[in-house]
């Protein structure tokens, strides 16, 4: 898995996405690949731990 992240102000981010509500000024945009076919059978484990990793992040 090639995890990586984007920063993006309010304003870019709800100029992209015009139906999400701002309710702080930025966003933290996390994106994953998957390079090989065998990585499909741990998929469920690695979302697993990505939302682990977020949400430990987002009380930073």
Request: no cysteine.
């Amino acid at each position: 898995m090639f995890p990586s992240t984007l920063k993006a102000d309010r304003e870019s981010f709800t100029a992209r996405h015009p139906k999400v509500t701002a309710d702080a000024e930025g966003a933290r945009i996390l994106r994953s690949v998957l390079m090989k076919p065998g990585s499909e059978l741990y998929v469920e484990r690695l979302h697993d731990r990505v939302e682990r990793l977020t949400r430990a992040l987002a009380k930073e």
